[in-house]
């Protein structure tokens, strides 16, 4: 079994950073692919990013490309959601995803595994 922990959502100004991190309890967490989507309130949770398994291959959906960037430490079982240049549209909760599967999909059905999500405000 799979276990996502998130954490470093908060409250930010427009034009702010973020990091948040999601530690895996995971014995094989670099045999899964990981992401990030989010959830504004009164919306559906939308894909945010994707890392393949070794970290070379990385996906974005369009609004967050450039201003945001995922990364994974295997040795320390945990991926990275670095958050630049934010704006009050990125206000959603943060969830961690994992994927036993390695095919590119944004389908929120095929990520097994999710964290209980982090709460990211950016104010104007």
């Known amino acids: 079994q799979v276990q996502l922990v998130e954490s470093g959502g908060g409250l930010v100004q427009a034009g702010g950073s973020l990091r948040l991190s999601c530690a895996a309890s995971a014995p094989t967490f670099s045999s899964l692919a990981m992401g990030w989507f989010r959830q504004a309130p009164g919306k559906g949770r939308d894909f945010v990013a994707r890392i393949s398994r070794s970290g070379v291959t990385t996906y974005y959906t369009d609004s967050v490309r450039g201003r945001f960037t995922i990364s994974r430490d295997n040795t320390k079982n945990t991926v990275y959601l670095q958050m630049n240049s934010l704006k009050p549209e990125d206000t959603a909760v943060y969830f961690c995803?994992?994927?036993?599967?390695?095919?590119?999909?944004?389908?929120?059905?095929?990520?097994?595994?999710w964290g209980q999500g982090t709460q990211v405000t950016v104010s104007s």
């Open positions: 995803v994992a994927d036993r599967g390695q095919i590119y999909t944004r389908s929120t059905a095929a990520y097994e595994y």
